[in-house]
C-alpha cells in the first residue's frame, strides 16, 4: 500500500473545513500512514485535538507548546510529507513570507519534505490579490497546491473555495509521494476476451482483440506508472509490464482480486464472457451431446471487486452496447460504482481505431474518435489524472 508506513504530517489551520480532517485522518491511518497532527491556535477552535487525538493515536501538536521545541524539528527529520489542509488565508500568507510564529510553520521551514497545501475558504478571500500573489510565491517554493473545489461554500457564496474531498487529497499525497521514486503508482489493467470451455476443443468467448487495453499499457507505462497486464492473449513485446495469463472469468477476477489493493486503479478493458459451460467436458463432445450443455452464469469481476475498492481507487469499466448505450451505461456505473465507463461501439473490435464516449460518476461526457493511442492517453488523464488537478508541481 502507498501509504502503509508512511510519515504524515498534517497541519491544520483555523477554516470552518478543518472539522473534515478527522475522517482525513481517520481515513488515512486505516491506509497504514503514521500521522502527526499539528493545530494552529485556531485550528483548535473548529475542531478537537482528542478527536484527530483518537484517530491518529498519537500525540496532537499544536500552536507553539513551551518546552517542546526540539519536535518540530524531529518531525520535520521524519516526514515524508507534510500537508496543510485546510489552509486559511492567513497560513498562505505566512507560508509565503516565511514566518514561523507557530508550530506547524517551523515545520514547514524545517523540513527537506514535499509540502502539499490544501486552502479552504471564501471565494472573494481566494481570488484576492493578495491570496493569488502568495499563491504564486509558493509555487515557487514547490510547495504543490490542491485547488479548492467550487460549490456552496459554508459562508453561503457560491464559488471556489471548498476543501476537496478527502479522497481526492489522498490520491494527491499518493501521487506527491510517488513522484520521486520512478513510479506513479500501480495500475492493473485487464486485456483481450475470456474463454470458457465446452469441451476439449471448443470454447465459448467473443472479439475484444486487446489492442485498447495494449494502448492504455504504453500509454500508462509512459507516464510512469506500474503496470499490470492480466491478459488472456498474448501481449506485444514492446509492452515491459508484468503479466498475468489467464483464460476464464475465475480465473481473471482471482488474479485482480490479488493485485486490486495496491493498485490506484483497475481498467477493466477485458470482455469478460457473462456465462460458462456447467457441465463442460475435458474430452471432446460428440455433435450430438451439444445440445446438453447448460449455462451458468459468471462471478460480474467489477461488481466483486467494487466491494473491497478502497476510495482512492479508480474503477474503470468498458462497455460495448447495440442500443441505448449511455442509459445503460449510467446504470451500470451506479450499480457497480465506478468512477467512469468507456461506451464503445462493436466497431471498435479489432480495430486501431474507435468512437468512444467517456462517461464519469459524476455523469460528466467527453466523445472522442481517434486511434486507440490517443483515446488510451485521454483515459489515463481523465479518469486515473483526474479533475482537480495540482496547480503547479514544479
Ligand atoms: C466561523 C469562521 C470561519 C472561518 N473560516 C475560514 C476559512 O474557511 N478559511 C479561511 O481562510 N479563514 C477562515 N476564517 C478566518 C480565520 O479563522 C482567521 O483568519 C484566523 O486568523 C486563521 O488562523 P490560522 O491561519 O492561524 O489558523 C474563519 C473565521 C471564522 C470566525
Given at each position: 500500500m502507498f501509504l502503509k508506513n508512511k510519515t504524515i504530517i498534517l497541519g491544520i489551520t483555523g477554516?470552518?473545513?478543518?472539522?473534515k480532517t478527522v475522517d482525513l485522518v481517520s481515513q488515512l491511518t486505516k491506509l497504514g500512514a503514521n500521522v502527526h497532527v499539528c493545530l494552529s491556535k485556531n485550528a483548535s477552535k473548529f475542531v478537537s485535538p482528542l478527536s484527530l487525538e483518537v484517530m491518529s493515536t498519537n500525540k496532537i501538536y499544536s500552536g507553539q507548546?513551551?518546552?517542546?521545541?526540539i519536535d518540530h524539528i524531529k518531525l520535520a527529520d521524519n516526514a515524508d510529507i507534510v500537508l496543510i489542509a485546510p489552509a486559511t488565508a492567513n497560513s498562505l500568507a505566512k507560508l509565503a513570507n516565511g514566518l514561523s510564529d507557530e508550530m506547524i510553520f517551523d515545520i514547514v521551514l524545517a523540513t527537506k519534505a514535499p509540502v502539499i497545501i490544501a486552502p479552504a475558504m471564501n471565494s472573494n478571500m481566494w481570488q484576492h490579490p493578495s491570496t493569488l500573489a502568495n499563491l504564486e510565491k509558493l509555487e515557487k517554493f514547490n510547495y504543490q497546491i490542491i485547488e479548492p473545489d467550487s460549490g456552496l461554500l459554508a459562508c453561503g457564496h457560491i464559488g471556489q473555495g471548498r476543501l476537496p474531498d478527502n479522497e481526492i487529497i489522498i490520491q494527491k499525497l499518493i501521487q506527491a509521494l510517488n513522484?520521486?521514486?520512478?513510479?506513479?503508482g500501480k495500475i492493473l489493467i485487464s486485456a483481450g476476451a475470456t474463454r470458457e470451455a465446452i469441451d476439449a476443443v471448443r470454447f465459448i468467448s467473443n472479439k475484444s482483440s486487446g489492442k485498447m487495453a495494449f494502448a492504455l499499457a504504453r500509454e500508462a507505462l509512459k507516464a510512469n506508472y506500474e503496470v499490470v497486464l492480466v491478459s488472456t492473449i498474448e501481449v506485444p513485446s514492446d509492452i515491459k509490464s508484468q503479466i498475468i495469463y489467464v483464460e476464464t472469468a475465475d480465473e481473471m477476477c482471482a488474479a485482480l482480486k490479488k493485485e486490486?489493493?495496491?493498485?490506484?486503479?483497475?481498467?477493466?478493458v477485458a470482455a469478460v464472457a457473462d456465462y460458462k459451460i456447467k457441465?463442460?467436458?475435458d474430452q471432446k463432445l460428440a455433435k450430438n451431446e451439444l445440445s446438453n450443455l447448460e449455462l451458468e452464469k459468471n462471478i460480474d469481476i467489477l461488481e466483486a471487486l467494487a466491494a473491497t475498492k478502497q476510495a482512492h481507487q479508480k474503477l474503470i469499466g468498458f462497455s460495448v452496447e447495440t442500443n441505448d448505450a449511455l442509459e445503460k451505461a449510467k446504470s451500470k456505473i451506479k450499480k457497480k460504482n465506478l468512477d467512469a465507463i468507456i461506451i464503445n461501439n462493436t466497431?471498435?473490435?479489432?480495430?486501431?481505431t474507435a468512437d468512444i464516449i467517456i462517461l464519469k460518476k459524476d455523469n460528466q461526457q467527453e466523445t472522442l474518435s481517434a486511434s486507440k493511442n490517443i483515446i488510451a492517453k485521454r483515459i489515463l488523464e481523465s479518469c486515473i489524472e483526474n479533475s482537480h488537478d495540482i496547480i503547479s508541481v514544479v
Amino acid at each position: 500500500m502507498f501509504l502503509k508506513n508512511k510519515t504524515i504530517i498534517l497541519g491544520i489551520t483555523g477554516g470552518i473545513a478543518a472539522y473534515k480532517t478527522v475522517d482525513l485522518v481517520s481515513q488515512l491511518t486505516k491506509l497504514g500512514a503514521n500521522v502527526h497532527v499539528c493545530l494552529s491556535k485556531n485550528a483548535s477552535k473548529f475542531v478537537s485535538p482528542l478527536s484527530l487525538e483518537v484517530m491518529s493515536t498519537n500525540k496532537i501538536y499544536s500552536g507553539q507548546e513551551q518546552g517542546e521545541e526540539i519536535d518540530h524539528i524531529k518531525l520535520a527529520d521524519n516526514a515524508d510529507i507534510v500537508l496543510i489542509a485546510p489552509a486559511t488565508a492567513n497560513s498562505l500568507a505566512k507560508l509565503a513570507n516565511g514566518l514561523s510564529d507557530e508550530m506547524i510553520f517551523d515545520i514547514v521551514l524545517a523540513t527537506k519534505a514535499p509540502v502539499i497545501i490544501a486552502p479552504a475558504m471564501n471565494s472573494n478571500m481566494w481570488q484576492h490579490p493578495s491570496t493569488l500573489a502568495n499563491l504564486e510565491k509558493l509555487e515557487k517554493f514547490n510547495y504543490q497546491i490542491i485547488e479548492p473545489d467550487s460549490g456552496l461554500l459554508a459562508c453561503g457564496h457560491i464559488g471556489q473555495g471548498r476543501l476537496p474531498d478527502n479522497e481526492i487529497i489522498i490520491q494527491k499525497l499518493i501521487q506527491a509521494l510517488n513522484q520521486n521514486s520512478k513510479s506513479k503508482g500501480k495500475i492493473l489493467i485487464s486485456a483481450g476476451a475470456t474463454r470458457e470451455a465446452i469441451d476439449a476443443v471448443r470454447f465459448i468467448s467473443n472479439k475484444s482483440s486487446g489492442k485498447m487495453a495494449f494502448a492504455l499499457a504504453r500509454e500508462a507505462l509512459k507516464a510512469n506508472y506500474e503496470v499490470v497486464l492480466v491478459s488472456t492473449i498474448e501481449v506485444p513485446s514492446d509492452i515491459k509490464s508484468q503479466i498475468i495469463y489467464v483464460e476464464t472469468a475465475d480465473e481473471m477476477c482471482a488474479a485482480l482480486k490479488k493485485e486490486f489493493d495496491d493498485s490506484q486503479a483497475l481498467i477493466m478493458v477485458a470482455a469478460v464472457a457473462d456465462y460458462k459451460i456447467k457441465n463442460s467436458s475435458d474430452q471432446k463432445l460428440a455433435k450430438n451431446e451439444l445440445s446438453n450443455l447448460e449455462l451458468e452464469k459468471n462471478i460480474d469481476i467489477l461488481e466483486a471487486l467494487a466491494a473491497t475498492k478502497q476510495a482512492h481507487q479508480k474503477l474503470i469499466g468498458f462497455s460495448v452496447e447495440t442500443n441505448d448505450a449511455l442509459e445503460k451505461a449510467k446504470s451500470k456505473i451506479k450499480k457497480k460504482n465506478l468512477d467512469a465507463i468507456i461506451i464503445n461501439n462493436t466497431s471498435a473490435f479489432g480495430a486501431d481505431t474507435a468512437d468512444i464516449i467517456i462517461l464519469k460518476k459524476d455523469n460528466q461526457q467527453e466523445t472522442l474518435s481517434a486511434s486507440k493511442n490517443i483515446i488510451a492517453k485521454r483515459i489515463l488523464e481523465s479518469c486515473i489524472e483526474n479533475s482537480h488537478d495540482i496547480i503547479s508541481v514544479v
